[in-house]
């Protein structure tokens, strides 16, 4: 669909992704998106990244996107090594070559509806079990030339400490801003195990959470606010 140019207004797309987070410890392979702006096509949006190994040898890596946020309007898939998915398929799993490039894209048909879309791209080597993971956020809204947006403040999520751990675990959100933050702890492959919404304050807050109900495994904390998630993997040891 193209608008017609006697508009005043246009689209504006902005892509905003957090820098990755490496879980793991070995390093085998790196999960990087590129950040970019521009006013631009309200048909397609495709948002770039892409995964690098550093390893000796091929690995098997595991792709999955979590939805937090996207109009209901909007259609999204991603396509990632030798695969484009359908967008009713969240998780794909290929074949990284040693010393080989993953090109990634994560494809979106806003289809001319305003509005936010927030997902968490993780990468597992599902035989060392290193994670990486990028955040994509993409605002489709329309805004006048001169209008202008700004970058959320950001906010950092601690380490997780004792990690690993059989009861529970600590972690510290230092926050700019005051406001609503949730945490959400994810299985490997995805699946949301358990959600709490927090009203927070500036500055430093602790917090922990009892794991004592859950399998042994990794699993993967995520804290969203302010338009940003940042995630870490932590290990329930039985």
Known sequence: ???NTSNPFKILILTLGLAPAVFG??????????????IGNEELVILHGEIFSFAA????????????????????SFCVGPACLPPFLDTFTFDLAASDTAEFTLDTYPNAEEGIGRWTMFAVDSTTMEVDSVNFRLEFVAVSVDGSLERPTSFELSHLYPNPTNASVNFNLNLEKSGTYSIILYSMDGREIMTRNYQLNSGKNHLQ????????????????????????????VK
């Open 1 to 3: 669909m193209t608008r």
């Open 25 to 38: 410890q070995s390093n085998n392979f790196e999960f990087i998106q590129h950040d970019t702006a521009y």
């Open 57 to 76: 040898s091929s690995q098997p890596i595991t792709v999955t996107r979590v939805t937090h946020e996207i109009p209901a309007g909007w259609t999204n």
């Open 209 to 236: 959470w009892n794991m004592n109900g859950l399998s042994s495994g990794n699993y993967i904390i995520s804290a969203t606010g302010a338009g940003e998630t940042i995630s870490r993997q932590v290990s329930v």
